[in-house]
């Protein structure tokens, strides 16, 4: 059995564990344990040093739903964080083989030939689920869904793969929260 097919059978019986959830008496998403899989609970807020945690430890996004039209919000997020240091990554089969703010566009994840620590997701709440098996395939550590994407199913599936997942955020938004203010070398 290749390393990707033992990959896909562990989370495959992972996925079955009994999802458990713990909300604190302020109203947050916690993590808990059901089988030794970590769920978060994303009908609740999420703890400032669950997402600080994520973007101080990732370095290489993979952007899907990338565009090269200045007027969406998808190329001024990947501004931003491209500007704030992040190797970015466009991924879009329309534009594979052009550029994005001079950054090579793939046609999918499996088509990046290193690795990659995060999939930032642009595409609608029905797309997360195949997004998610994506992102399993490649190893990434991270499944971020951007404002307005939001699939249970894709959720427990990457976190029953060991991935951390959060929904209906913008990493650029939790950028510039006061917890993150130091990473960006900034005055509080």
Known sequence: MSAKSAK????????????????????????STASGVHYMDHDQEYPSEY???ILKSVKTIAMV?????????SYGVLRVLHETGYDMIPVNPKEAG???????????L??????????????TSDALLGV????????????WAQIGVRNDEAARLAEAAGMKVVMNRCPKIELFRPFWKPRLNQQI
Do not use: Y
């Open 51 to 53: 997402l600080a945690d």
């Open 8 to 31: 896909k059978s562990k989370s495959k019986g992972a996925a079955k564990a009994t999802r458990t959830v713990r909300k604190s008496s302020k109203g947050s998403a916690k993590s």
């Open 98 to 108: 052009g550029e994005i703010r001079g950054l090579p566009v793939f046609e999918s």
């Open 132 to 143: 998610a098996k994506d992102a399993i395939d490649v190893g990434a550590k991270v499944l």
């Open 110 to 123: 499996q088509a990046i030939e290193r690795p990659i620590d995060m999939v930032q997701v642009f595409r």
């Open 65 to 73: 739903g990338a565009s090269s039209d200045p007027t969406k919000f």
